[in-house]
């Protein structure tokens, strides 16, 4: 079984629509990242959290939301939709010992504005 | 702030050649990490390779190697006999201790093609 899994994998809506991207991880990892990737860019960070009661803004983080629901588990939420939106989804982890601990990646999520 | 530029959009090489993908940054930080991330199509992101600054040897990991110039702020992937495996995206990335907490700054990456 996969370490980092989000669900879903792909998902089409239209504007307005409220919509959440799950992520889980088996890792044991303190810190959890969302990211988001446009064609032609690299990754950008949307949010961060270090803990379950630690959450930080990202670079991008205007028109997003995110909830730690537990040490293994981290949502992101649109809460009104729109189509720059539109891009592929990425969930990290980290082990949290260090500034220097290697993220993991889930498979990513694949979101569709209309 | 901290920067990451991959100056290749797309570069291509014939299977069992070598490649060499370039890499520059700009932090004020002393300490940080790069590396290297591979994306497939399958689009998992994948660590290809790291490098600790405070480190002068270049970080190698099976086919795959850096040559981390500290002073020129570069951090080129080089990929020996390269496999039609090979083939991805890759992105270079760098963390610092300073106030962005740990998180990775991305370049634009670069499109690598493997040719039979």
């Known amino acids: 079984d996969a370490d980092v899994t989000q669900t879903p994998r792909n998902r089409i809506t239209k504007t307005g629509k409220r919509i959440m991207l799950e992520c889980s991880q088996t890792k044991g990892h303190d810190r959890m990242y969302w990211y988001r990737q446009d064609p032609g860019l690299g990754l950008q960070l949307i949010y961060y959290s270090f803990d379950v009661k630690d959450i930080n803004k990202g670079e991008i983080s205007d028109g997003y939301s995110v909830s730690r629901q537990a040490q293994a588990k981290f949502s992101l939420s649109l809460e009104s939709a729109i189509p720059n939106q539109t891009a592929l989804y990425f969930c990290?982890?980290?082990?949290?010992?260090?500034?220097?601990?290697?993220?993991?990646f889930g498979p990513g999520t694949r979101l569709t504005v209309l | 702030a901290q920067t990451v530029t991959q100056s290749q959009p797309e570069m291509s090489v014939q299977e069992a050649e070598t490649v060499t993908l370039s890499c520059t940054y700009d932090t004020s930080e002393n300490n940080y990490y790069l590396f290297w991330y591979k994306q497939p199509p399958s689009r998992q992101m994948i660590l290809v390779i790291r490098?600790?600054?405070?480190?002068?040897q270049n970080a190698t990991e099976n086919r795959f190697s850096v040559n981390f110039q500290k002073a020129a702020k570069s951090f080129s992937l080089k990929i020996s006999d390269s496999q039609l495996g090979d083939t991805a995206m890759y992105f270079c990335a760098s963390i610092t201790w300073g106030g962005s907490q740990g998180n990775l700054i991305f370049g634009k990456g670069t499109k690598l093609s493997v040719k039979p």
């Open positions: 490098q600790e600054a405070y480190k002068q």
């Open positions: 990290a982890t980290a082990r949290g010992t260090g500034l220097t601990d290697t993220q993991y």
